[in-house]
């Protein structure tokens, strides 16, 4: 009875969720990215240069504790880039066809003034913390808005999500990431009754629990080595495939803007389309207006918040490169292009996709590759996730025992994800990431005009040939306490 409960529950998640990002999701964050990069300007493109330069500032004024702006974009990166991006663009282009991979970048392009715009304002009303910054879309709706209870709801939404839904997620999708070698062994017992998921799950859940536990300093490092060497080696990777392929590249583009373009084909099942299966993924893969981001880039010390935010707009880029990295592995290869198939017959998608391909190009290497990418990126993702959770969980409550609570709980989730697919906590999630959405979406439009005073601002010291140093006051800003020089 229990069981027909759950299914039941879950159907009508499925129709909720089919809503949201089919159609409520989308069309709000692609209007805002349209129109956070037409309000700035589009800053993403015209200040890139500017991003790349305060990226590599020297560090000398930051002390142990304070996290760079190089590593808040290292954390928020670490979320945005995971299992996603490798199993889930292979995922979007057999669904969609090659063209949800144009419609990706678009999304990326235009979905980074949102970041510019949410991240800037993490850092103008973010706050001090026993060794650092704190901030994130709770604190700027309080702060920024005065309306403290809307601030409250957003920050246990986004507890939900990430600490919860998103971890546990994670690690189920990584805990299955080496059922192809269980597989190949040949055993007479499934993957699930081996012991494996469990001995998987404790080491996973013992790595977490020291990192959960550490200062967010530590956690700032670990994804500074991390996200950058496997994400520069995924794309070396993925060019060397290119090359491998040169003859080829006119044919993938080609096919690539045909399918994007396919009108026929998209107007005949909008719903289902390239476009819509391409915007949802470049979406939800790079979280540009999310909500998710600020969390990190609130804790970075930098002199004006406009530069944290175009460091943080950086990070959508890296994402988008990532998933193109992705799409041209599997358009290249031959395990796409023949339709091959598995064991059991059935069209390879998602990360058996991708796995596939590697290991045409680079043999078994590019298996293990494949293997260790999802492996780090998972960990990096749990990482990301549990900071912004930790973030949010410090705005609701100063009490040591709910904090510790909390911690508790959110390494034994890692555990049980590594153990079960749970559909509803994947669904209970999607519901209420598409609500954290919706309230940060709202939030940074009617905050939107002191980021553009933040601009000003800051191109106004440059353009004097200062380093830009923010004051809120002869700005007119209020309630920016941590800004505050008395």
């Given amino acids: 009875m229990f069981e027909n409960f759950l299914n039941f529950l879950n159907g009508k998640m499925d129709v909720a969720n089919d809503f949201l990002y089919?159609?409520?999701?989308?069309?709000?964050?692609?209007?805002?990215?349209?129109?956070?990069?037409?309000?700035?300007?589009?800053?993403?493109?015209?200040?890139?240069?500017?991003?790349?330069?305060?990226?590599?500032?020297?560090?000398?004024?930051y002390n142990k504790h304070h996290l760079t702006p190089f590593q808040a974009l290292m954390i928020s990166t670490a979320s945005r880039v995971g299992i996603g991006n490798i199993a889930g663009i292979s995922a979007a282009i057999v669904a969609g066809g090659p063209g949800a991979l144009f419609w990706m970048c678009l999304m990326a392009f235009l979905g980074s003034a949102s970041a510019f715009i949410e991240s800037t304002l993490a850092q103008i009303y973010k706050t001090k913390d026993v060794f650092g910054f704190k901030g994130g879309p709770a604190y700027y709706i309080k702060n920024g808005l005065g309306i403290k209870w809307?601030?409250?709801?957003?920050?246990?939404?986004?507890?939900i999500t990430y600490a919860y839904?998103?971890?546990?997620?994670?690690?189920?999708?990584?805990?299955?990431?080496?059922?192809?070698?269980?597989?190949?062994?040949?055993?007479?017992?499934?993957?699930?009754?081996?012991?494996?998921?469990?001995?998987?799950?404790?080491?996973?859940?013992?790595?977490?629990?020291?990192?959960?536990?550490?200062?967010?300093?530590?956690?700032?490092?670990?994804?500074?080595y991390i996200v950058p060497f496997m994400?520069?080696?995924?794309?070396?990777?993925?060019?060397?495939?290119?090359?491998?392929?040169?003859?080829?590249?006119?044919?993938?583009?080609?096919?690539?803007?045909?399918?994007?373009?396919?009108?026929?084909?998209?107007?005949?099942?909008?719903?289902?389309?390239?476009?819509?299966?391409?915007?949802?993924?470049?979406?939800?893969?790079?979280?540009?207006?999310?909500?998710?981001?600020?969390n990190a880039a609130a804790a970075a010390h930098t002199s004006h918040p406009v530069k944290q935010g175009l460091v943080q707009a950086m990070a959508v880029f890296i994402d988008m490169t990532i998933c193109i990295a992705s799409g041209m592995i599997v358009l290249f290869s031959q395990a796409y292009l023949t339709k091959q198939t598995g064991v059991s017959g059935e069209v390879l998608t998602a990360l058996p996709l991708v796995?596939?391909?590697?290991?045409?190009?680079?043999?078994?290497?590019?298996?293990?590759?494949?293997?260790?990418?999802?492996?780090?990126?998972?960990?990096?993702s749990l990482i990301g996730n549990y900071y912004y959770a930790q973030a949010n969980m410090k705005?609701?409550?100063?009490?040591?025992?709910?904090?510790?609570?909390?911690?508790?709980?959110?390494?034994?989730?890692?555990?049980?994800?590594?153990?079960?697919?749970?559909?509803?906590?994947?669904?209970?999630?999607?519901?209420?990431?598409?609500?954290?959405?919706?309230?940060?979406?709202?939030?940074?439009?009617?905050?939107?005009?002191?980021?553009?005073?933040?601009?000003?601002?800051?191109?106004?010291?440059?353009?004097?040939?200062?380093?830009?140093?923010?004051?809120p006051e002869s700005l007119g800003i209020k309630n920016t306490s941590c800004w505050s020089k008395n």
């Fill in 395 to 471: 705005f609701l409550t100063k009490s040591k025992n709910l904090t510790l609570a909390f911690k508790i709980t959110a390494v034994i989730m890692i555990f049980i994800g590594a153990q079960m697919n749970l559909k509803l906590a994947w669904n209970i999630a999607d519901i209420t990431m598409a609500a954290m959405a919706t309230i940060n979406i709202i939030a940074i439009f009617l905050l939107s005009k002191v980021v553009i005073i933040a601009i000003k601002d800051y191109e106004a010291q440059r353009k004097a040939g200062k380093n830009p140093e923010f004051d």
């Fill in 165 to 224: 839904g998103f971890n546990g997620l994670q690690s189920y999708t990584m805990t299955s990431a080496f059922e192809i070698y269980y597989d190949q062994a040949g055993s007479n017992i499934t993957f699930a009754q081996s012991g494996l998921p469990i001995g998987i799950g404790l080491i996973l859940t013992a790595f977490t629990a020291v990192m959960f536990f550490s200062k967010s300093h530590v956690i700032g490092k670990v994804s500074s």
């Fill in 231 to 294: 994400a520069l080696t995924y794309i070396l990777l993925a060019i060397i495939a290119i090359v491998l392929n040169f003859k080829e590249i006119p044919a993938v583009i080609k096919m690539i803007i045909e399918s994007a373009f396919d009108f026929k084909a998209i107007f005949g099942g909008f719903a289902g389309s390239v476009i819509v299966i391409g915007i949802k993924r470049g979406l939800f893969s790079n979280e540009a207006g999310m909500g998710s981001a600020p």
């Fill in 150 to 159: 809307l601030g409250s709801l957003f920050a246990i939404i986004l507890i």
């Fill in 22 to 61: 089919g159609y409520f999701l989308v069309i709000i964050l692609v209007a805002s990215g349209i129109y956070f990069s037409y309000l700035t300007r589009f800053v993403q493109f015209r200040m890139f240069f500017e991003a790349c330069r305060v990226l590599v500032e020297k560090k000398d004024k």
């Fill in 355 to 380: 796995q596939a391909a590697m290991k045409e190009y680079f043999g078994d290497f590019g298996l293990h590759f494949t293997t260790l990418a999802v492996v780090l990126f998972a960990i990096t």
